[in-house]
């Protein structure tokens, strides 16, 4: 019988945890307001994360899940464009905004690193799959980029959930 969880032991050995971490927690421990953005999982990867950042650090961890801004934002901005709408409402330049998308492909994140890119807003991305995905690709000033070398998505988002839990 094969191991059960070598994929994730291997997806973890391979995203070069080490560096990545250090730049992230460097980040972390610079900034007390901090916003997480996922879609589907990784939402409740951020939703999950973002309890302990408050509860055990007593940052100031905001997450987009609430249904009816959601929904809000979704009906009025369209998909592609609620994500970033929120970070208009509640980012600036002294908040950390932690964007995950497992495939490293999501539009509305894309357009987050945009948004974050273009207002000078510290941000850091979470990816797996393609090393290529267009995250990593338009991600000129984030402060870490962790991508997890699988094209699963069970193992990108638990291996994302166990880099962002490093710093609890």
Known sequence: MTNPFSEYINALQGAHIDEQFLRFKTAWEKFNKIIILGNGGSNSVASHISQDYVKFHNK?????????????????????????????????????????SSGGESTNILNCINYCENKSIPYGILTGFSSTNKARTISLNSLWDYHIPSSDYGIVECVHQIFLHGVV
């Open 60 to 100: 100031k961890s905001l997450v987009f899940s609430d249904p009816s801004m959601l929904t809000c934002l979704i009906n009025d901005f369209g998909m592609d464009n609620a994500y970033q709408k929120f970070l208009e409402y509640y980012a600036d330049i002294e908040t950390l905004c932690i964007l995950i």
